[in-house]
């Protein structure tokens, strides 16, 4: 049971790139997160999907597209990195059913950089 | 929009000292969520809490829901090394599942 796994964990972009950050978890959650970190910034949501076959926006959600593929994954895209996207993200995922329905699990991050 | 404020921002202290950490919030809220941080990982899910005035320990940890609904803390008793990291709050929209973190209170402890 590896829980949520993130790839890449590090990552370099030139500005204007594009790429996907993956995300996958075993836990048969049916929510996902993507989260980005920033010093004295905190956590702040980029996009959630309440459960498969939905999407919605975050608190900043511009320069980012998510896709959930399945129940299991959910990947975050950057069209064309800019260097205001560096940063750290987490992916996270929760049941949303039960006594821990609120509870968020968290991934290892992904550090990006773009030059 | 919510507010939430955590203090204090950092903390140095000695090992074997008692730490106290707390989160206010400018809404009332049904959940309350701790988690830790160590350095270059992810969040770990510490306590969380579903009812006002909910006291809840894990190991040296304590965690307690305020009474109003509106405030949390933790208390971390006899520190020790390994408690370094990054302690943030978090509460939770029962209609989406989105937390809502704190800052985080950064924590150095001197052997």
């Known amino acids: 049971n590896a829980g949520v796994t993130q790839t890449p964990k590090f990552q370099v972009l030139k500005t204007g790139q594009s790429m996907t950050l993956q995300c996958a978890q075993d836990?048969?959650?049916?929510?996902m997160y993507w989260y980005r970190q920033d010093p004295g910034m905190g956590l702040r949501l980029i996009y959630y999907?309440?459960?498969?076959?939905?999407?919605d926006k975050g608190e900043v959600p511009n320069g980012y597209n998510v896709s959930r593929l399945n129940k299991r994954e959910f990947s975050l895209r950057l069209e064309s990195a800019a260097p205001s996207q560096t940063s750290v993200y987490f992916c996270?995922?929760?049941?949303?059913?039960?006594?821990?329905?609120?509870?968020?699990?968290f991934g290892p991050g992904t550090r990006l950089t773009v030059t | 929009g919510q507010q939430l404020n955590q203090s204090p921002q950092s903390m140095f202290i000695q090992e074997g000292e008692d730490v106290s950490m707390n989160c206010t919030s400018s809404?009332?809220?049904?959940?309350w969520l701790w988690y830790k941080q160590d350095p270059g990982e992810g969040p770990v899910l510490l306590i969380a809490?579903?009812?006002?005035?909910e006291l809840t320990s894990n190991g040296r940890l304590t965690a307690q829901f305020g009474i109003t609904r509106k405030d949390s803390f933790l208390n971390i008793s006899a520190s020790i090394p390994s408690d370094v990291g990054i302690y943030f709050c978090?509460?939770?929209?029962?209609?989406?599942?989105?937390?809502?973190f704190g800052q985080g209170t950064t924590l150095q402890v001197k052997p």
């Open positions: 809404s009332i809220f049904n959940t």
């Open positions: 836990m048969n959650h049916n929510s």
């Open positions: 999907s309440a459960s498969e076959g939905t999407t």
């Open positions: 996270a995922s929760r049941s949303g059913t039960g006594s821990r329905r609120y509870e968020q699990y």
């Open positions: 978090a509460h939770g929209s029962s209609n989406t599942g989105k937390l809502i």
């Open positions: 809490l579903y009812k006002a005035g």
